[in-house]
Structure formats: structure tokens, C-alpha cells
């Protein structure tokens, strides 16, 4: 062999320690990060019945009144998504009575909004530009809040309050 060259011994043993270090490489993962989840929520508190539904009350600090709307059995009610904030975010309902909300996402950025009440286990996801419809029957009386679950979005003022009127109570005012 020529002067500078390793000897094939040294080569072979360099090479073999360069896949052993490879292979251990690949081998090694880095766990991926868990999925977005919203926070623990709250409780309905006493009268709730068995099981405390939850109030979605971590999101209070987050919400300003911005149109308010009563939510009728039967009549659909529309909501609008913008960037960061729902229109109206203050709804009343009967309880026992089922309802139904329009979600248009007017995104002007492009955004996809959610909106989430977890009392009920309502979740949707509405592309910028798109629709969907959410029915739900709320059950207990209450306050409780909806919000849009996308990171930061509720944190920027994407919630809003619902209140739950007692069955027999006078009809939600709208």
C-alpha cells in the first residue's frame, strides 16, 4: 500500500464502526409531542345532578360579551367565526330543549375555527370559508362556556358564555 493509506484492517474496522454508530442512530426516536388537548374543565357545581358537567370555567377570563342571541327549539340559530372571536358569544337556552347552531367561518387570514362546549361534547372544526351544524340538548342548568379548541385561539378571546335556564323558568329573552 501506498504511504498515508490505512491499512485494510484499520478501513474495515473504521467502516464497521460507522454502521454499528449509524444503525444505532436510526434506532433512537424521539418520541413525538402528545396531541393538543384542551385543559381540564370544571365542575357544574352543587345541583348538577350525579355527575358534574364540565363548565368550560378556565375560559371566563377569556370572554367579553359580544352580541347575545337566545337559542329556540327549532330554529336554527346562526353564528359567525372570525379570527379569534364568535359572533354573537352570548346565548341563553331552555334546558331540556334541543338547539341548533349554523357555524360560518368568515376567517378573512384563512383560519380554520373549532367550536367546543363540553358539557354536552360538542366539537367542530370549521374550515376559513365553510359551514357545519352542531345539535345539542342541554340537560342541566347553568352557565358554561364554548370556546374554539385550536392553540391560542381561546387564550386571543375565542369564547363565549352559555346560559342554561332552569325547565319551567321563564322563556330566554333574545
Known sequence: MPAGFPSRAVSAAALA???????ACGS??????PPYRPAARGSAGPGAGAVALPTGSQYAQD??????????AGQPLT???????????TLTAAQGE?????????????????????????SATVNAGATATVTFTPTAAGT???????PGHADLGMVGRLTVTAR???????
Do not use: E, K
Open 17 to 23: 464502526a460507522a454502521a454499528a454508530l449509524a444503525a
Open 28 to 33: 433512537v426516536r424521539t418520541p413525538a409531542p
Open 63 to 72: 370572554y367579553t360579551p359580544d352580541g347575545q342571541a337566545a337559542l329556540v
Open 79 to 89: 353564528m359567525t367565526m372570525t379570527d379569534y372571536r364568535f359572533a354573537p358569544n
Open 98 to 122: 334541543p338547539v341548533t347552531i349554523r357555524l360560518v367561518n368568515q376567517s378573512p387570514t384563512g383560519s380554520a375555527h373549532n367550536f367546543s362546549l363540553d358539557a354536552w361534547r360538542v
Open 144 to 150: 358554561y362556556y364554548f370556546y374554539c379548541n385550536l
Open 168 to 174: 319551567g323558568a321563564p322563556a330566554p329573552a333574545g
